[in-house]
């Protein structure tokens, strides 16, 4: 069974960084695609950043220069570093895998609220 656990959202200031996490367990972590989307109430998902088994990565127009993504295959860890943060950046972040077989899977969302 394949568990995606994110953490580290919340309530920040315009300017200010957040970090978020996500831990992956029943998959085979260093060959999967990890990645970040968000969502606002009313809007389709939106890419926000990926990282490859080879570690390479992907980013949005829109965040590019202001969040990294990065990976940890000892911890089965995906992590965004959030900085840099506008209000249009308010949005429920989900965690994403995208497993060697192509099966996608995701996390439960976490909110991230940048007040202006």
């Known amino acids: 069974q394949v568990q995606l656990v994110e953490s580290g959202g919340g309530v920040v200031q315009a300017g200010g960084s957040l970090r978020l996490s996500c831990t992956a367990s029943?998959?085979?972590?260093?060959?999967?695609?990890m990645g970040w989307y968000r969502q606002v109430p009313g809007n389709e998902r939106e890419l926000v950043a990926t990282?490859?088994?080879?570690?390479?990565?992907n980013y949005a127009d829109f965040v590019k220069g202001r969040f990294t993504v990065s990976r940890d295959n000892a911890k089965n860890t995906v992590s965004l570093e959030m900085n840099s943060l506008k209000s249009e950046d308010t949005a429920v972040y989900y965690c994403?895998?995208?497993?060697?077989?192509?099966?996608?899977?995701w996390g439960q969302g976490t909110q991230v609220t940048v007040s202006s």
């Open positions: 994403y895998v995208r497993e060697f077989t192509s099966r996608t899977y």
């Open positions: 029943g998959i085979i972590f260093s060959w999967s695609t």
């Open positions: 990282i490859s088994s080879e570690y390479r990565t």
